[in-house]
């Protein structure tokens, strides 16, 4: 007996099969810049090798989609009204979504607001008088944007490593810190990469990398490397708050209830939804973490690929790797402790997540150390006169005191 889809059911496909689509054209679109280079007589190589490995991962993450829409939402559901349960402490959890907003959140989205509009101003103000508002000039090409999108894109990569090793670890006290960290990753790439359309004096250009881009630059590796993890953090993300949306719908009588509707797949939390869903994050936990610690090592060749004095060095992968879990754990650290200030989760975010994580911070800056010294020895006793230079100009120079 066949039974009438919802409308739901229809817009879920067609969002899946275009994702398909955007995943296709990516394969097509690195095949498509290896012929063109080498109808020019360019190096086309590094494109087709690219795109041997971004491509399939692209193909993977549309893979997952069409399983949770075949398996979950055109799937048989229980008849009846849905209503996924929960413990009566956990109805605490979903107050701040659900309940009225309160005043001091008002007053800070205000706050913020503000900023936004001051930050839309000063933009449109470089835009019409050109980048040299910014103080950047001929010898010192990058500067505060740069800074902040290594920093944000560095921060990234404690939400999607976190949340992945642990998982796979099976560390049952991750649970209540992984969403913090997977939706910091989301957020501050977002930022990351909203810094280099900012640094741009003509972003309306910005569609020139794709349609002229080189992939033998480091510029382009970032590009799509940063791409293909904005991509997997998104669908990392999005898996696990399935059922979460799927509590929310089944509370929600408003004008959100037909959009949580929407983003839940028609989840009814039986045990065969739950098994196929695990199973899907299961993958996803082993696909980033790979290409999460690609991305900042990529990141890093942007620096290191330039014969600049203290950069060109092999070191600075690992580097930047370390540094960017570094600072990533410390961001979580900052950001659980508000979000148990601010919304009064005692009870969830314990002490013990805070030791563990402070363990792992210990660990990563214990890294750095020695990073940082294997790098300062070697350029000390090679003391080559242009890296001695800089060297000598954060230890004792006019930049001793920032460094």
Not at 114 to 120: G, Q, R
Request: one cysteine or more.
């Amino acid at each position: 007996m066949s039974t009438e889809r919802p409308w739901t059911f229809y817009v879920q496909g067609a969002a899946v099969a275009l994702f398909s689509l955007f995943a296709l054209a990516v394969n097509g679109w690195f095949i498509w810049r290896a012929w063109s280079l080498r109808e020019l007589g360019d190096a086309w190589t590094p494109a087709l090798l690219f795109g041997a490995v971004l491509g399939p991962l692209f193909l993977v993450l549309a893979g997952i989609l069409w399983t949770i829409f075949l398996k979950i939402a055109a799937s048989e559901k229980p008849i009846g009204p849905r209503s996924l349960s929960l413990v009566e402490q956990e109805e605490a959890l979903i107050e701040p979504v659900l309940g009225k907003p309160t005043a001091g959140f008002l007053a800070t989205v205000a706050l913020l607001a503000c900023f936004s509009l001051w930050a839309v101003f000063a933009w449109g103000w470089q835009l019409y008088h050109g980048l040299q508002v910014t103080g950047l000039n001929n010898p010192v090409f990058w500067g505060f944007y740069i800074t902040n999108f290594v920093f944000f894109i560095g921060i990234s990569h404690a939400g999607t490593l976190i949340s992945a090793i642990l998982r796979i670890a099976n560390a049952e006290w991750r649970r209540s810190i992984t969403r913090s960290a997977e939706v910091i990753t989301v957020l501050v790439l977002v930022f990351g990469a909203g810094n280099i359309i900012l640094d741009l004096g003509r972003p309306d250009r910005a569609l020139n990398v794709f349609l002229f881009g080189r992939l033998q630059s480091p510029l382009l590796w970032d590009v799509c490397s940063i791409t293909a993890y904005l991509t997997g953090s998104t669908l990392y993300l999005y898996l696990p708050l399935i059922p979460d949306i799927a509590i929310l719908r089944d509370r929600c009588a408003d004008w959100r209830q037909p959009l949580y509707d929407l983003l839940s797949f028609g989840w009814s939390g039986t045990k065969e939804e739950m098994r196929v869903l695990e199973k899907c994050i299961a993958v996803m936990a082993i696909v980033v973490i790979p290409v999460a610690v690609s991305v900042h090592t990529v990141v890093s060749y942007v620096f290191s690929m330039t014969i600049q004095p203290m950069w060109h060095s092999t070191i600075f992968g690992p580097y930047f790797v370390v540094g960017a879990i570094f600072s990533g754990i410390a961001a979580l650290i900052i950001a659980m402790a508000a979000l148990r200030r601010v919304y009064g989760l005692e009870e969830y975010l314990r002490p013990i997540h805070f030791k563990n994580l402070g363990l792992l911070l210990l660990v990563m800056s214990c890294l750095w150390l020695y990073f940082t010294f294997s790098e300062f020895l070697t350029t000390w006793y090679g003391n080559d006169p242009e890296h001695i230079v800089i060297f000598y100009s954060k230890l004792s120079g006019p930049y001793a005191p920032f460094f």
